[in-house]
């Protein structure tokens, strides 16, 4: 399966501890998003990537979230200093460029903070 | 934010049975989607419709679409216990060039064998 792919699939961590989560998405795919779902709600938008550029981030992005893809390829999203409220799936997704494709989703990164 | 209002939040029916979600969104958008997405894991993106068009057809989905009302419903026919997940609609912004997609809280479907 080549699929996107998230790793870890579970992350467990103390508050104030510092975090990082990597998506592998398909292969030809220029673009990458990353999300965030709590239960029982929807996905919310984080940043999204085209190739390497960070084109948009939400107003959910605060100053302790970064994310890169250093070469267009992988990305990671690292979290400083975790909070209560980061607890949360972190979804990671990828898509063709070309007009508006559906974008394919990894299994995420269930983050739980302690 | 999100932007979308599935209804109903949640929906139980008989393996067979037909299952109809609605959702509901507030600004002017390039196209809908339906995602489905079961416990644990990531989303499954199901169909796409273009602003333009008012109805379309994937198996056993119906989709359409009502850009007067801001308003969209996803048809399963047949259910089969497979089906049991929740349903999320997203939208495209008109102007957003593509991204990003904004999910409402979705319909968490149970189809009883």
């Known amino acids: 399966d080549t699929g996107v792919s998230q790793d870890p699939r579970h992350k467990i961590t103390k508050r104030g501890q510092n975090v990082t989560f990597r998506c592998d998405p398909i292969?030809?795919?220029?673009?990458l998003y990353w999300y965030r779902q709590t239960l029982g709600q929807g996905p919310e938008f984080l940043t999204y990537?085209?190739?390497?550029?960070?084109?948009?981030k939400s107003r959910l992005l605060s100053d302790r979230f970064s994310a890169e893809r250093p070469k267009g390829s992988f990305s990671t999203l690292e979290i400083q200093r975790t909070e209560q409220g980061d607890s949360a799936m972190y979804l990671c997704?990828?898509?063709?460029?070309?007009?508006?494709?559906?974008?394919?989703f990894g299994d995420g990164t269930r983050l739980s903070i302690l | 934010s999100q932007q979308g209002e599935e209804d109903p939040q949640a929906l139980s029916i008989q393996e067979g049975e037909n299952a109809t979600m609605n959702c509901s969104y507030k600004?002017?958008?390039?196209?809908l989607q339906w995602y489905r997405q079961n416990s644990g894991r990531g989303l499954v993106h199901l169909i796409l419709?273009?602003?333009?068009?008012r109805e379309k057809h994937s198996g056993r989905l119906r989709v359409t679409l009502d850009t007067s009302k801001k308003s969209s419903s996803l048809l399963i026919t047949a259910s089969r216990a497979a089906d049991t997940a929740s349903y999320f609609c997203a939208t495209v912004h008109s102007s957003s060039g593509n991204t990003p997609l904004v999910f409402g809280k979705g319909t968490r479907l149970s189809v009883i064998a």
């Open positions: 292969s030809e795919h220029n673009r």
């Open positions: 990537f085209q190739n390497e550029a960070q084109l948009e």
């Open positions: 997704a990828s898509s063709l460029g070309q007009g508006f494709q559906p974008q394919h």
């Open positions: 600004t002017s958008i390039n196209n």
């Open positions: 419709i273009r602003s333009n068009e």
